[in-house]
Each structure stands twice: as C-alpha cells, then as structure tokens.
C-alpha cells in the first residue's frame, strides 16, 4: 500500500541510498608498527637457530622418545648421503674401466649393492622421521592453542579493552595455525642441511672449486626466498585488523541466533555486500604486493641461473682438460645434483621457517603481554563468609574514554542486605558491579572485602565466593547440567543441580528435553535442543542460585522473563538474601522493592541513595522514571 499525504494524494517512497562501504580501519595504536620494518636481511636470517631451538625445546617437553628418533633419523640421513656418493665414484670407476664388461660388473656389484643399502637405509629414517612428526605435531599444535587459549582467559578483564588487543590476539592466532607445519618443516630443513653438507663435503674433496659455484649458485635463490617471505608477512600484518573485523561480522552473519533479525530487517544484501567489500580491500593489498614478489624472484633465479650455467660449465671445462678423471667427473655430477636438490630444500624450509618464525613470534608476543596482564593480585586466600563489600572513593575509567564510567563512588554493602542499582543507560552501573566483584580493579580508591584490599586477595578464592549473572550472558553449547554448574559439580550431584533449576522455575522444561540434564543447550549441533530466551536468563539465575556465593550480583535478572517467571525468581532473591550480599541492577524500577537499599547512578556518580518509599515520592531521578515507566 503507497503513502498517501494529509491530503489523500500518493507521495513517492523514499528512494533508497546505496550501502555505504566499511569504514576504513586506520589502527594507529604503539603495537601498529611492523617488526620487520628496520629489520636488516642479516638480522631476519639471524630468527632461524633461535626458532629452530624453540621448536627442539617445546618437541622435547612433549615427546622425548620421538625427538631422540627424530635425531638419529636426521644422522642416518647424512650417513646413507656420504656413503651413497663415495661409494657410487668406486663403482663407477669399476664400470668406467677397462676390461670385459661381465669382470666390470663383477668388480662393481659390491658397491652397488651398498648403494642399495645406503638408499634403503635413507629411506627407512625418512619413513621414520615422517612417523616421530605424527607424534609430536599434534600434540606441539595443541599446547600452542591452549597456551593461546588459557592465556586469554587469565587477562585481566580491563586488558581486553586496551588499544590492540584484538589485533594482537588474532595476528598470534596465525601463530598456532603455522605451528602445525613448525616439526615438519624444521625436520625438512635439518635433514637438508646434512645432505647438503654431507654432499659439498664429498664435491670438495673432488674438486675444491665446484662447491664455491655452487653456493654461489643457489644463494640468491635463499636471499629471494627470505625477501618473499618478508613481503608476504607486511601484506598479513597490514591485513590483521581487517581480517579480524571481517572474522567478527562472519560469525555474526551466519549464526542461527541472528538469523529472524537479518531476514526481517533485510540486511542479507548489505551484509553481502559488506563481506565482499571488506574481502576486496584485503585481497587488494596482497595483489598490490604481487609485482614486488614477481621481481624478487625473477631477479634472484637469473642471478643463480647465470651461477647454475657457470657451475656446469666448470664441471664441463675439467672434465675435458683431463684435470679430473670420468669417473671422478660422474660422481660430481651426482654430487652437485645432490647437493643443488640439498640447497633448494634448505631454502625451501629455511623460508618456510623464517615465516613461522614471524608468527610464532607474534603468539609469544602475545603470550607474553597476556602474562603481564594476568592478575597480579595478592595470595590471601578469603576466610569464612562474605560479611562486607566496600567502595572508598572508587574511580574507574576504560581505556581510552575521556571520562570515568565510575566517579569517586563510596558505597559499602554488608551480609544479608539487597542493593539495588538503577540509572539510565551509560550510568555506570554494570561497571560499579564489576568493581564489586573485583573484576576490574580501580584506577583510584579501594575496593575491600571483609576489610581486605581486592588487590591482596586471591582472585580465584574470591571469585569462588561470587556468583555473576551479567546483562549479556553466555549461552554455552554444553549440556543443561554443565551450564548450571559452569564445570564446578559439587558433592551433592544432580540433587543441587535440580534444585538451582526447580528455584527459577525450570525444572518441568528440563524434563521435558529429550535427554533432560544431559540435553546439549544447541540446536545449531546435531543432537542439540534450544531454549526460549526467557529459559535461558532463567537457567544464567540458576547459576547464580548453585553457586551459593557469598556476593550475588544480578544485571537486568529478569528482562526477557514473563510475569509468573519474574514473581518466582525475585521471590527467591528475597528468600536467599539472608545469607549472602545481594547486588540487583535493573531498568524495572517496580522490581526494586524487594531490595533494602536503592542507590541512583548518574554520569558514573550516585546521586539519590533509599529506600524505595523515600526514593519514590521523592524529587529526583528515581521519581522521575518510575513515573515516565507507569505513564503508558
């Protein structure tokens, strides 16, 4: 149906505008700056012994047996390549002599028949070392991904708001993916190495002047290789920040959770067209780095092709003039062949290493700013109940916001006593309950529990006695019974599971899945069931209700619960508040009389502290919106 005016004439529909692009990432925080900006050639080539040293070290903490095969794999490598080449120049000196050919055979049949071990026995300890690399790579990738992981975790929680982070975090992400190839390709290259000088060994004592052609030969090739690598790593760095912005819009794109808001709102198109743009842009700087890696390799093959032809042309010249013998001449040829298929895999590999280096440089990087960010609070373990929770003119500000989310706040709320914290949005209040809970520390001020600083108590003991139940709660794709007790059962089994959900209501919907406790909380999964979202603010109450913690900090508990869901679970707030400090954070100015206290937060500050009589026919804040909230 058309728009019609006052008038009753149609009027034109709103002509739509096209999608505006993503805006352009300009990260310009002091982790902005590329690593290998000023770094020399020399200086990047010098990465090698130490990654190859951090990947011997972390293999060796893994699987000791599978490093030592490793390690006489990579000897009898270099042996079978030293008796290979001497003892193919004995046989074909024997076939290359004079005489009846069945005598020349005879001669050399012993030999060849070490060749054919030696070969074998090459064989055999690659064979070996591809198995030594099954039973540390798996393993070495998952010790790098949980190292990543649980160092996440441990941040403190401020620190995943400073500038970088999430750049940082996701650029060490490529870190964990390149550790899956670090063994394989430090085995690739090691074993490289030893044929090369096993091989080069062997050609200069043949003929000491081919083995200078043929480094000289191959070395602008290991120059190229480096510098290839250098320029695809500026190319990764520069995209780290789109990636992890087009990794964010991903997920949300093509998660089922979002999927009625994206069709009814129809941001399919835009979403597409967003994806693809930011897509273009990334792929636009890898295709802008291109012609310089055309170059970097056209120039170093012609230069260790002109090295390569010289090298052969030696061989060539010394044969000829009768300085080396044919025999001798045969075995340089297969001397320079393996020593060339030896240098290519160690530029190769040395490549391939250097760029692992880069990313593994990244994670340790990243691993090391999570340690510096974990806790560093005191050992003294909480004793006995929570009694009392004190703010003394707390101030908190987020990085790089011009003012504080909390302002000089001095609150103290004791065992047994409900607090409930309203204000408009942006006021501070789900800051001032982390502040409570000690998930963020004060920038100024001091935050006690039971008379102790937060910053000298455990945090893990503390965080035992606390029980969170945030405005944007986790929906975990675990089962019913996991996502009650978080992984944390307790002695009285299923019984204390039970009775956390029977508190909130839930206990009859539960039954109802198909496999109750053990129902897996995601659709998306197969076997997986879904709850309705009032189900599910109910079950993150049930959380709160099986800890039995000692601080209860409960925000915006029952926004997307019925009526009947709302009564019961308040009903509960009321009957537990006895044992424990209760924090309720709420818009619904109505639910705040269960509480004892009520405290207004403005602009970070409170401005109107009562009871809710007081604070209701007062003249303030409170007043205010309880009125604007029944004037429907």
């Known amino acids: ?43 990047m080539c010098r990465r090698l012994p130490p990654v190859l040293a951090q990947t011997a070290r972390m293999a060796w903490r893994i699987e000791r047996a599978a490093v030592l095969l490793l390690a006489g794999c990579q000897l009898a490598v270099g042996v079978s390549a030293a008796v290979l080449l001497t003892f193919t120049a004995r046989a074909m000196r024997s076939v290359l002599a004079t005489g009846p050919v069945d005598e020349r055979i005879h001669q050399a049949l012993p030999a060849v028949l070490v060749i054919a071990a030696a070969s074998g026995l090459g064989r055999i300890a690659t064979a070996l070392s591809s198995y030594a690399d099954g039973r540390i790579t798996p393993r070495l990738t998952t010790e790098a991904d949980s190292a990543l992981v649980a160092g996440v975790c441990r941040m403190e929680a401020a620190a995943r708001a400073e500038d970088g982070c999430a750049d940082r975090q996701e650029a060490a992400e490529m870190g964990v993916v390149r550790s899956h190839l670090m063994v394989q390709d430090a085995t690739r290259l090691t074993a490289a190495v030893v044929r090369m000088v096993t091989a080069s060994g062997v050609l200069s004592v043949l003929n000491p002047l081919m083995l200078p052609l043929l480094l000289l030969a191959v070395v602008p090739a290991g120059v190229g290789a480096v510098l290839h690598a250098r320029v695809t790593y500026e190319t990764h760095y520069a995209n780290v920040g789109d990636r992890n912005v087009r990794q964010n819009l991903r997920g949300w794109a093509t998660s089922a959770k ?44 012609a230069i260790g092709g002109v090295f390569l032809v010289t090298t052969w042309a030696a061989l060539a010249w010394l044969t000829a ?10 075995t340089a040829v297969v001397a320079v062949q393996t020593t060339l298929a030896a240098l290519g895999q160690v530029v190769i590999y040395g490549a391939a290493m250097f760029h692992t280096a880069l990313y593994l440089a990244d994670m340790d990087n990243f691993l090391d700013y999570a340690a510096e960010h974990a806790p560093q609070r005191g050992e003294l373990r909480v004793a006995g109940p929570v009694e009392e929770v004190r703010l003394d003119e707390v101030v908190y500000q987020y990085p790089g916001r011009g003012c504080p989310a909390v302002a000089g706040v001095s609150l103290a709320v004791r065992r047994g006593e409900i607090l409930a914290v309203v204000g408009e949005n942006g006021s501070g209040k789900s800051t001032l309950a982390r502040l409570l809970a000690a998930i963020f520390l004060s920038d100024k001020g001091r935050v006690t529990w039971n008379g ?44 204390r599971v039970w009775h956390a959900l029977e508190a909130v209501g839930l206990r009859e919907a539960i039954e109802d899945l198909p496999a109750g406790l053990d129902t897996l909380l995601a659709r998306e999964l197969w076997g997986g069931s879904e709850l309705s979202g009032g189900q599910w603010q109910r079950l993150a109450c049930a959380r709160a209700l099986y800890r039995g913690a000692g601080l209860v900090i409960l925000d915006e508990p029952t926004s997307q619960m ?23 954070v709420t818009h619904q100015l109505v639910n705040t009389k269960i509480a004892d206290r009520i405290i207004v937060m403005d602009h970070g500050r409170i401005t109107e502290h009562g009871t809710y009589d007081e604070l209701a026919h007062g003249a303030g804040t409170f007043a205010e919106l309880l009125a604007l909230s029944t004037d429907r």
């Open 1 to 43: 149906m058309e728009p019609t005016s006052e008038s009753g004439s149609k009027t034109a529909a709103p002509r739509r505008l096209p999608p505006p692009p993503p805006a352009e990432l300009r990260y310009g925080s002091q982790y902005s700056k590329n690593p290998l900006e000023d770094a020399s050639f020399a200086a």
């Open 258 to 301: 979002f999927t009625d808001e994206i069709r009814a709102n129809s941001m399919t198109g835009y979403l597409v067209f967003w994806y693809r743009a930011m897509s273009e842009r990334i792929d636009a700087r890898i295709l802008a780095a291109a012609p310089r890696m055309l170059r970097i390799v056209l120039t170093s093959s």
């Open 321 to 330: 003039s009768g300085r080396i013998e044919l025999a001798i001449a045969g």
């Open 452 to 495: 102790h600083d937060v910053t000298d108590l455990d945090p893990d003991s503390l965080w035992e006695l606390s029980g969170l139940v945030p405005q944007h709660f986790a929906q975990w794709p675990l089962s019913v019974r996991d996502n009650v007790t978080l992984g944390q059962p307790r002695e009285e089994a299923d019984d």
């Open 562 to 584: 019925d009526a009947r869901g709302e009564h019961k679970i308040l009903e509960r707030i009321k009957a537990l508040a006895d044992d424990c400090i209760t924090i309720v």
